[in-house]
Structures are given as C-alpha cells and as structure tokens.
C-alpha cells in the first residue's frame, strides 16, 4: 500500500477553453504509445494558472519564457481521456443548436475539428509509479463547440439517412 501526502484537488468546472494537442484517437506520438488519448487546455491568464498550481494541478509552461518578456507565454494542463474506466467520459460535439454525444469510436472526430471553445469537468486522479507520485487530469464531460459553416447552418433542421 502506498503511502501518499497528496491532497487531491478540486474538481475543476471551466466553460470556454482553449484546447490543444488534440489526440482523442489516441494514435502513437513522439511521446506518447499507441491507445493514450488526451488533449490539453489552454491557460493563458497567469493568475488563473498559477492558483491552480496551488491548488495541486499540474500545469506545464506552454513554451519556455523568454528572458526579454519573462510573463509572456501561457500554461496548458494535460487532460486524459479513458473510455475503459468505471465512468467513461462524456463528450459531446456541439454545432449550432445540435450537440452529438461522441462514443469511443467517433470520438477522434475532434482531433480534426476546429474547437472554438470547450465546457469541460476535469477530475485530478493520484497516481503511484516507481516510488513517484503525482496528480493526473481526467476529462468527465466537455462540450466542444466546433466552427459551423454556413452550409452546416442551411442543412441543420435536415433529417440525414444513411445511403447504406
């Protein structure tokens, strides 16, 4: 049995984020295995950031500061998202007035889309490796608001069938 001094987090409710490093299909990447799906939000206020670091949340500067402009870079807080756990995430593709509730297989559908803004529930999850520890971020629920076009908005109130 571990022990741990960590005090976990809140959970955090944060409505119109920025995402990025969007990888909810999970694909292999220079530093992540195949199957891992995550993304990250976007801090760009530095108070914000830095009282979630307080508050425990692992935050990684965003790009390293330049001496010159030493506050002028952001933060982002690495997110996973785990459809194999007791309470799988839900997500949901808002355009419009629609929203989809995305599943394991569509959801990667947000890898490729432009986010304007996320709604998201984070839950901090401790974590024990190799005599280490650490908070990680899990996604609960998000509402990703993707750009519509105008040919989204003209063909909305359409029921679509399947050509199959």
Known sequence: MNESNIVLPPYLELEGM????????????LYKPAGHRSFSVLFEDHEMANHLMNLGWPL??????????PNDFSYHLPV???????????????????AL????DSVAMIDHATV???DLVIAPNEWHVQGKQGISAYLQTMYAVVRETHLDAKYADYNFVDGG
């Open 18 to 29: 920025k995402i990025v490093f969007k990888n909810l299909k999970g694909e292999k990447t």
């Open 80 to 98: 996973r998202v785990n459809f194999d756990s007791r309470y799988p995430p839900q997500i949901y593709r808002v355009k419009g007035k629609n």
């Open 101 to 104: 509730l995305l599943t394991e």
């Open 60 to 69: 990684k500067p965003l790009n390293p500061p330049d001496p010159e402009y």
């Open 116 to 118: 304007l803004s996320a």
